[in-house]
């Protein structure tokens, strides 16, 4: 499928099962599959339509959703070792949308060799999409305008004037040393990376990572020049079982910076 072609998928699939319920959902349709992390209908049908026309297109690829693997944890195996692969989050930010927030995001993320190559990110109720491919770029496209190349500016040179934001609840509020508290994030990945590069934050703390959260933001916040790795400092592999914490950043200066004030948080991984 070309690049268009996913995007095209991810949009129409939305506009089938997501937008027409967004703000209507009925209570049968909200399940909870730990306390707190909420599932939907519109989860598992949208995921199951992605899914079935990436495995279409590419029959010897793993494709791993979210809501597959929590019926399957074998199927972690089977992504991490495979050589081309498919992230899908057909909800990112499942609680903002059953709270009605149109915060929220439908993702694709590919993986060749160990490498995200490709990945998509839909708001549907922005209108607003997010693609990037590997030594090409990253583009944002807002409904009825022409793509724009992301480019993601250097944060302030003093880490006072940072802006660091985290999704986990626990860190919110402290504050590391010569940083200002520790700020919420938007609570849903698919917002979160293109809000970094919309220098919306400087830096994006996360206590784990699940690869069909961050694939998708990690490609595209590397397209756009900021940087991304473990929050102990090592590269990012979408495939690792381990699943560590993780820094988003501007730059890799300020990742860098960042990595041995992470070190002062309690429970991090």
Request: aromatic share 6%.
């Amino acid at each position: 499928m070309e690049t268009d072609d996913v995007l095209t998928l991810l949009r129409d699939v939305a506009d089938r099962v997501i937008n027409p319920r967004f703000r209507s959902l009925d209570s049968a349709e909200i399940e909870e599959k730990r306390p707190g992390d909420l599932v939907t209908a519109a989860d598992h049908e949208a995921e199951k339509l992605i899914t079935a026309a990436l495995s279409a297109a590419y029959p010897g690829a793993v494709v791993l959703g979210e809501e597959a693997y929590a019926h399957d944890p074998g199927l972690l195996d089977r992504f991490g070792a495979a050589e081309h692969a498919f992230t899908v989050d057909p909800v990112d930010g499942t609680k903002n949308f059953v709270h009605g927030s149109k915060d929220h995001a439908v993702m694709v993320a590919e993986i060749r060799g160990g490498q995200v190559v490709r990945s998509w990110i839909w708001h549907p109720q922005h209108r607003t999409s997010y693609v990037a491919e590997r030594g090409a770029g990253a583009y944002r496209t807002r409904d009825g305008e022409a793509p724009e190349r992301l480019s993601r500016p250097a944060a302030p040179t003093a880490p006072g004037e940072w802006r660091a934001v985290t999704a986990r609840r626990s860190w919110v509020g402290r504050r590391l040393t010569g940083l200002r508290p520790l700020q919420l994030t938007w609570v849903c990945c698919g917002v979160d990376y293109p809000r970094l590069i919309e220098s919306q934050a400087d830096v994006v703390v996360y206590g784990h990572a699940n690869a069909w959260d961050h694939a998708p933001g990690a490609l595209l916040l590397a397209e756009s020049g900021g940087h991304h790795g473990t929050i102990d400092g090592r590269p990012y592999d979408p495939q690792s079982a381990e699943r560590p914490g993780l820094i988003a950043a501007a730059d890799r200066t300020t990742y860098d910076a960042m990595v041995p004030l992470a070190r002062e948080l309690p429970g991090r991984r």
